[in-house]
């Protein structure tokens, strides 16, 4: 089996793990990693640049999948330098719905993927199940994520708020140094349904990401949703 070339953009407390991840495994080739700073070179098993040499990278390695890993704004400059035979995992969030469909306007192979572990787009199809079932009931969305997450609330807060046709609030919790929770609640004046789900560690994202770019890299060129992952699509 050809190993699936990938590079890596981002390297903060996720995209390291995420990196590394790929690093270790036999499907792919972790061609590239790219942070904002200078890197440490003690600090990886693989090479590191930093953003300013990435089209440099891109001529002279030509990965088949970018996994994103870093902010709205990066990921919109980023992706100037992408051609068409190049799909890229946008594993960002915080995008503006006018961010959103600039992406959709790109002649790209796009996966926009906030909530790219499996578990949260389970419970996306539970609430959808619930919602259609129980449609009378009041719901709340509450997540929780570590003290320096900075948008608030999530993408995948928002991603789970959509699953609703009705508006439904989000009360975002930025504490210690918690992973990932997100919390759904149905209510009605006698009884309610809680669903959560919870990250116990960031290796969950780089799971999701492998998932993601291996289905990416047999699709043609598009904008997709993670959705479509598991709606067999």
């Not at 890596?8 to 790929?22: D, N, P, Q, W």
């Not at 259609?132 to 929780?144: F, G, K, S, T, Y």
């Not at 320096?148 to 989000?170: H, L, M, Q, Y």
Request: glycine share 6%; charged share 30%; aromatic share 8%.
């Amino acid at each position: 089996m050809q190993k699936i070339k990938v590079g890596l953009l981002g390297l903060g407390r996720t995209g390291k793990i995420v990196a590394e991840s790929f690093f270790k495994d036999e499907r792919f080739d972790l061609v590239f990693a790219v942070k904002r700073t200078p890197p440490k070179i003690q600090d990886y098993n693989f090479s590191v640049e930093t953003r300013d040499v990435l089209p440099k990278l891109i001529k002279e390695f030509q990965p088949n999948i970018i996994a994103d890993f870093t902010t709205p704004e990066a990921t919109l400059e980023n992706i100037k330098n992408l051609t068409e035979n190049i799909g890229i995992v946008i594993a960002t969030t915080g995008f503006t719905d006018k961010q959103i469909d600039e992406l959709k306007m790109q002649p790209l192979k796009i996966l926009y993927a906030p909530n790219i572990s499996d578990g949260i787009n389970i419970l996306m199809s539970a609430c959808k199940t619930i919602d259609r079932l129980w449609p009378e009931a009041d719901v709340e969305i509450i997540e929780q994520h570590f003290k320096g997450k900075k948008d608030a609330p999530s993408g995948t807060a928002k991603k789970i708020a959509n699953v609703f046709e009705k508006k439904v609030p989000i009360h975002a919790v930025r504490v210690g140094g918690i992973v990932g929770i997100h919390k759904v609640i149905f209510a009605r004046p006698n009884q309610k349904i809680i669903i959560k789900h919870e990250s116990f560690s960031k290796e969950v994202f780089a799971e999701g990401a492998k998932r993601a770019v291996l289905w990416l890299h047999k699709q043609e060129p598009g904008f997709y949703e993670i959705s479509e992952i598991f709606d067999g699509k």
